[in-house]
Structure formats: C-alpha cells, structure tokens
C-alpha cells in the first residue's frame, strides 16, 4: 500500500513538471537567436567587454552633446556680437 501511494506521488509530481519545460521552449523561441556564438557571450560577460563598451558608447554620445552645446553657444555668442 505505502508503495503505491509512493509510486502514486511521485507520477503526480513528475506530471507537473512537463509544462514548464514546454513554456520555457516556447520562451526561447520567441525571443530568437543570439546574434553571437555562447563562447563569445562567456568571454564578454566574463571580462567585462559588454559593459566597457557600453560606456564608451555612451562616452562618445555625451562627448557629441557637449560639442553640440559648445557650437550652439558659441553660435548664440556672434549673434549677440558678445
């Protein structure tokens, strides 16, 4: 009896893991491919690669923004003739 009742939990156990594996396929697929092989994921997560260059993008769209600025005021400067 202890057996069955055992057999009987682990099959209603078991069932209930079929479906999260099914969502997170499906999950998978909708997001799509990496655009990168997974070695090259681990060696940028790993040494950081990802993020300096995030920064130096971020970097160089500040160093454009404040050029931008510099010409504006300096454009506004000869207008007033200051």
């Not at 999260?20 to 060696?43: I, N, R, Y």
């Not at 940028?44 to 454009?64: L, W």
């Not at 600025?69 to 207008?79: H, N, S, V």
């Amino acid at each position: 009896m202890e057996i069955r009742l055992m057999a009987i939990m682990a099959a209603v156990m078991l069932a209930g893991c079929g479906g999260a594996a099914d969502q997170e396929t499906a999950d998978k697929e909708k997001a799509g491919p990496s655009s990168k092989p997974f070695t090259d994921q681990v060696v940028e997560g790993f040494t950081g690669r990802t993020a300096v260059d995030a920064g130096m993008r971020a970097k160089s769209r500040v160093d454009g923004a404040n050029a931008a600025t510099a010409q504006r005021q300096k454009d506004m400067d000869d207008a007033l003739g200051e």
